[in-house]
């Protein structure tokens, strides 16, 4: 490949690596401490810009009671106390990261590309996506595909292209309420449109956004984005439906925070056998119908499947054991117990170096 200048262009080397986990939710993560219990080295990936998965996604701050040894922890505990484990391995995390083709070579290894650009050399693949990549939830206007990106935004990644223009902030959890909080500091307008009047954000940026309407620092209006004007491609205005009317709002642009959903995406194309929408898996191995593929945690299809976190967790640690056999062909794991494995114990006293 060459620039335009005909100089060659340099694309970076493969990541290689003995397993390569595409989810960083709780099974993943669990995933990443038992790969270096076994002795794999690993990589994870991960749409998402944070770690967690629906344990943070959707449920931070609810209590936990099934999880082995522990008795009631948040989901976000949950989550911190699995990086606090696998801390140890220095697991490297690729996030904002979509993994989207896989080819197997011949050599029997893995090319594993994401979205984004970068490329992984593994001997196997270890999905623990869940129920797909979480992407936002688009608003159902065909005039809001063109608009995207441009003054349709599903996120906010830079509060200064909003300065002084008209912003509509649409929903109403968390992400809403703190973007229309932020946008009101840079904005020349910031209407919030929720369709009622009530929030599933916390109480206290509830709290916040009324204490800044009553100051006229924004707006609050109880009702749904019902149409885009949108004359020469360029966003006018937003048409409100209300209660007994519409309401019409002239604004540069919408920013549509209506949560995620999840979307098995590009894994659906890699060939694998799934099964309403999940991967179906041998139950010795949790291993797919492409062999040296594991489906773990959720997104692993079997006759009376649970989709529970401690499953999950079993899922990976079997699956793990089997994906030794693809890195390491020539040698036989021996098994050790943790409580007996000296180098795990002195990998986990001194927190870092290698685990032979
Ligand atoms: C409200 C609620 C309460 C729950 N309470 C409990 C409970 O009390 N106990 C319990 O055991 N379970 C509970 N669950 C279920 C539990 O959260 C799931 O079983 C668990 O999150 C599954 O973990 P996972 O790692 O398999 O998938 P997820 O948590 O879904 O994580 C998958 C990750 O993979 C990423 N991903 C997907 N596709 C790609 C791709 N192509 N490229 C890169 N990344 C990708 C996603 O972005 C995501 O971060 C609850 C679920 C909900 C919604």
């Not at 948040?74 to 080819?103: G, K, N, W, Y």
């Not at 688009?138 to 599903?154: D, I």
Request: one cysteine or more.
């Amino acid at each position: 490949m060459t620039s335009e200048a005909g100089t060659p262009i340099q694309t970076p080397p493969p990541i290689s690596t003995d397993v390569l986990i595409v989810g960083a939710g709780p099974v993943g993560l669990f995933a990443a401490f038992e790969a270096g219990v076994v002795g794999l080295s690993c990589q994870i990936v991960d749409t998402l810009e944070r770690i967690g998965g629906q344990c943070i996604e959707l449920y931070p701050d609810k209590p936990i009671y099934d999880i082995p040894a522990i008795p009631s922890c948040t989901a976000r505990e949950l989550v911190d106390r699995l990086m606090e484990q696998c801390r140890p391995f220095d697991v490297p995390i690729h996030l904002s990261q979509r993994v989207e083709t896989v080819r197997q070579r011949e050599d029997g290894r893995w090319t594993v590309t994401t979205g984004q650009g970068l490329v992984f050399d593994t001997a196997a693949i270890m999905l623990a996506a869940g129920n797909g990549a979480f992407v936002p939830q688009r608003l159902a206007l065909p005039e809001a595909t063109t608009l995207e990106e441009r003054q349709v935004h599903y996120s906010v990644r830079n509060l200064s292209d909003f300065a002084d223009k008209t912003v509509v902030v649409a929903g109403g959890g968390d992400s809403a309420l703190d973007w229309a909080l932020a946008l009101r500091k840079v904005a020349r307008r910031v209407v919030l449109v929720h369709r009622r009047n009530g929030f599933s954000a916390v109480a206290s940026s509830v709290d916040e956004m009324r204490r800044a309407v009553d100051a006229g620092e924004m707006e609050f209006m109880v009702g749904s984005i019902a149409a885009l004007h949108a004359p020469d491609d360029k966003l006018a205005s937003i048409e409100i439906r209300q209660i007994g009317g519409t309401a019409q709002i002239d604004a540069e642009h919408l920013v549509v925070l209506y949560g995620l959903v999840a979307d098995l995406g590009p894994i659906a194309n890699w060939g694998l056998k799934i099964v309403g929408g999940r991967v179906e898996v041998d139950t010795s191995n949790y291993e797919s119908s492409r062999h040296g593929i594991f489906a773990v945690g959720d997104i692993a299809n079997y006759p009376n499947k649970q989709k529970l976190i401690l499953s999950g967790f079993h899922e990976a640690s079997l699956a793990l054991r089997k994906a030794y056999t693809y890195a390491y062909p020539d040698k036989k794991r021996v098994h050790v117990h943790s409580s007996y494995d000296a180098g795990l114990a002195e990998r986990i006293a001194s927190g870092s170096g290698h685990h032979e």
